[in-house]
């Protein structure tokens, strides 16, 4: 799996920066947007590894998505606005539209530690 969510072009005005990634396997949903704000439709995915700017998903690549979107990891009740930076077979690489915060990383690591019965 590539790391391409980290190499992702900078917006204007902004540094290339990278941040440390976390590998972990954690069912999670696309959730496309339609009008009124209201959730259009669900596609089911799979979170490979996430950092506090983005992560990379497996997804099915028949599957055509807007360049925005949100992204709920199961067992989590946030909706990650993100954007998409890469797409290449099953992978799909997102920028999150703001940084997560290490609090949030740190209990999806520990939630997945504890889940894996380690």
């Not at 089911?44 to 990379?56: E, K, P, V, Y």
């Not at 946030?78 to 890469?86: A, F, R, S, W, Y």
Request: charged share 25%; with cysteine.
């Amino acid at each position: 799996m590539s790391m391409r969510m980290h190499m992702a072009e900078p917006r204007p005005g902004e540094l290339t920066t990278t941040h440390k990634h976390f590998y972990v396997e954690r069912p999670c949903r696309i959730l496309i947007i339609g009008e009124h704000l209201k959730a259009k439709t669900r596609y089911n995915c799979l979170l490979r590894h996430i950092s506090i700017g983005g992560a990379m998903l497996d997804f099915n690549p028949n599957i055509p998505l807007p360049k925005n979107f949100f992204l709920e990891i199961e067992g989590f009740k946030e909706e990650i606005g993100c954007t998409q930076v890469h797409r290449l077979g099953t992978e799909l690489g997102v920028r999150f539209n703001m940084l997560l915060s290490q609090e949030f990383i740190r209990r999806l690591i520990r939630s997945a530690f504890q889940s894996s019965g380690i």
